[in-house]
DNA sequence: TAGTGGTACTCGGTACTACGAGGTAGTGGG
DNA sequence: CCCACTACCTCGTAGTACCGAGTACCACTA
């Protein structure tokens, strides 16, 4: 697949929300998840920033916990802040997938 | 409907030359089109400054007009790059959605 | 014991895109 | 004359994904 970089900006925040809502995980396991559903080209670096700027927001709660096979992992869970933000971007989903299929059918 | 513009981008390209696949037609039209078919933040300025990128890219090719209504118009139609282009964006399209669409059927 | 590969996170800088605010101009009505 | 509508352009800003580099921990092997 072409490169998807632009179309995945103010999506790919919200993919990582619902991955950390389905179960506790942490970065590097987001980043495979992501990988194997098809985004096989995001990187670890790009997760990361996602994962700081949700912490930062307040969306949810970090915990670091050891790791048998590496270095310790930073756990991630949502908040009711996040449970809210995931809603709303699925919410913003629904309504810009319809409008532009819409569109494509011939947009009346 | 809360604010789209980050799940706009890489996108609203693609929307825009859809209509001029549509029908050969100018950057005020379009905003207007853009607005009825839900898009309805999106402003002139922004309509502007994509179009003026199709071009610069060779997708598209561009008539000034005289209006009776008003100062001229610069209407814009799809070249042979323009039209695979827009298949390149569909293409983009269909395999973003359906990847959003199983991560939020649960992802497996 | 040194090296390699896989795991795991952080940070600084870059590129691209949509938006905001302003300006220029033509036409016609109160 | 002023104002509204039409129509286009431009400069600066903010936000996001990406890239590259760095740090560090663990297990296995030569």
């Known amino acids: 697949m072409d490169d998807l970089t632009e179309m995945l900006k103010g999506t790919l925040e919200g993919c990582v929300l619902e991955i950390i809502g389905g179960e506790e ?24 920033t996602i994962l700081l700027r949700l912490e930062r ?7 670091k916990r050891p790791s048998e096979v590496g270095p310790p992992r930073k756990f991630y869970a949502l908040n009711d802040a996040g ?15 319809s409008r532009i299929d819409t569109l494509k059918e011939g947009g009346r």
Chains 1, 2 share one sequence.
């Not at 590097?28 to 995001?42: H, M, P, S």
């Not at 927001?57 to 915990?63: F, K, R, S």
């Not at 449970?83 to 997938?97: D, M, N, Q, V």
């Open 83 to 97: 449970r809210e933000e995931l809603g709303r971007f699925w919410a913003k989903w629904e309504y810009l997938s």
């Open 25 to 48: 995980t942490y970065g590097y396991a987001i980043t495979r998840r992501l990988n194997e559903l098809g985004f096989a080209d995001v990187i670890d670096g790009t997760v990361y």
């Open 57 to 63: 927001n307040g969306l949810v709660q970090a915990t």
